[in-house]
Each structure stands twice: as structure tokens, then as C-alpha cells.
């Protein structure tokens, strides 16, 4: 028996002629609320604010950038500009402590020691290796 696969689950259903349902209430509020702003303030800032409201509503409905919607980067960048910027380091003491004391359980046994090599030994080795390579 076979069955069919739903292809395309992440594309939205266009509901409103070529526009998905979010979109549309982005368009229609922002012409709802430049028409409000158009209407109640005086002209000479009316038009302005009621334009840059469509701009904004258009914006979130139509574009992408980097394929991430509009509403995704204007929502990172207030979260920016309100968060706090100043990163500072602090070394907890009590997480400094309790490494302090897992090393002084372990036993020098299980410390791992350093082998100091001289370059007598280095030349050595290389030379030992140098032969090796060539008996092959």
C-alpha cells in the first residue's frame, strides 16, 4: 500500500489572495494605523508618521534578510538596545575552591609530570627516526 508524503510543511497557506495570514495582518494594520495617524494628527506630521507605519507594515510582510523574516531582526535589535552591554569577568571563588581541593585529593600518582628533553635527546630522536625511515 502506499501512502503520500505531505511535501512543503514549512511553506504557509496563502490565505488572503498571494498573502499567508500573518502578512496580511501585517499589511492591514499597518494601513489601519497609518490611516489613524493620517486622520487624527495634524497633516504636516500626520503623513509622515502614517507613512513610516504602511513602510513598517510592508516591511514585516514582504521582507528577508539573510532568508530570516523582518520581524526576526527588528526583534533581535530591540533586544540589543535594551540589554546591558558592559561584560565583565569575574572568577567565582567558591567554584576556585572546590577545584583546589579535587587536585589535593588526587594522589601525586595520579598528577601528570612534565619530562624535560634536552636538544641532545631531540637531535637524537630525529636521528633514530631519520634511520628508521630509511631501513624501509
Known amino acids: 500500500m502506499q ?3 505531505p511535501q512543503f510543511i514549512d511553506v504557509e ?7 499567508t495570514f500573518k502578512q ?8 489601519c494605523l497609518g490611516y489613524v495617524a493620517y486622520r487624527f494628527l495634524p497633516i504636516f506630521l500626520g503623513v509622515p508618521v502614517a507613512l513610516a ?19 526576526e ?3 533581535a535589535w530591540v533586544i540589543f538596545k535594551i540589554s546591558k552591554k558592559l561584560y565583565l569577568w569575574k572568577r567565582d571563588p567558591i567554584r576556585q575552591a572546590d577545584k583546589t581541593k ?23 630522536i630525529s636521528r633514530n627516526l631519520d634511520l628508521f625511515d630509511k631501513k624501509r
Open 53 to 71: 507605519v504602511a513602510g513598517l507594515g510592508a516591511l514585516l510582510s514582504f521582507y528577508q534578510y539573510n532568508q530570516r523574516p523582518f520581524i
Open 73 to 75: 531582526i527588528l526583534q
Open 3 to 5: 501512502f503520500q508524503m
Open 102 to 124: 579535587q587536585q589535593s585529593r588526587q594522589g601525586p600518582e595520579t598528577m601528570i609530570q612534565e619530562k624535560i628533553v634536552s636538544g641532545e635527546s631531540i637531535s637524537q
Open 24 to 31: 496580511f495582518i501585517y499589511v492591514a494594520g499597518g494601513i
Open 13 to 19: 497557506d496563502k490565505i488572503f489572495g498571494p498573502l
